[in-house]
């Protein structure tokens, strides 16, 4: 299982940036997805996930109406738009995803998500 997270990028305060997960030779179709970010110094934070379903997401507080998650399972993948970008939103940006998990709308769903396979990140910076 490969995922990648791409689309990371420059942006100044209060931008915006799409955040895309792919998989190679994995069909994310029926898994939750989960985005995941660490900012340098700091512990792993979970962001947000999708289930299966798309209509069942979960978003972390900091991400609460700044940032949408959605997939498209036809492109096997999933995106994470972040809106009203900060300097504390500086960090690498992971996906992953639980063969065994396709609900997610808790915390604790995204735990067991970051028990499965994780995708290289992509680096957000954040600055003026």
């Known amino acids: 299982v490969q995922l990648q997270a791409s689309g990371g990028g420059l942006v100044q305060p209060g931008g915006s940036l799409k955040l895309s997960c792919t998989a190679s030779g994995f069909n994310l179709a029926g898994k939750a997805i989960g985005w995941f970010r660490q900012a340098p110094g700091k512990e792993r934070e979970a962001i947000s996930c999708v289930s299966s379903t798309a209509g069942s997401t979960y978003y972390a507080d900091s991400a609460k109406g700044r940032f949408t998650i959605s997939r498209d399972n036809a492109k096997n993948s999933v995106y994470l738009q972040m809106n009203s970008l900060n300097p504390e939103d500086t960090a690498v940006y992971y996906c992953?995803?639980?063969?065994?998990?396709?609900?997610?709308?808790?915390?604790?769903?995204?735990?067991?998500?970051?028990?499965?396979?994780w995708g290289q990140g992509t680096l957000v910076t954040v600055s003026s």
């Open positions: 992953a995803t639980n063969p065994s998990i396709f609900f997610c709308t808790t915390a604790q769903a995204m735990d067991l998500i970051a028990g499965g396979y």
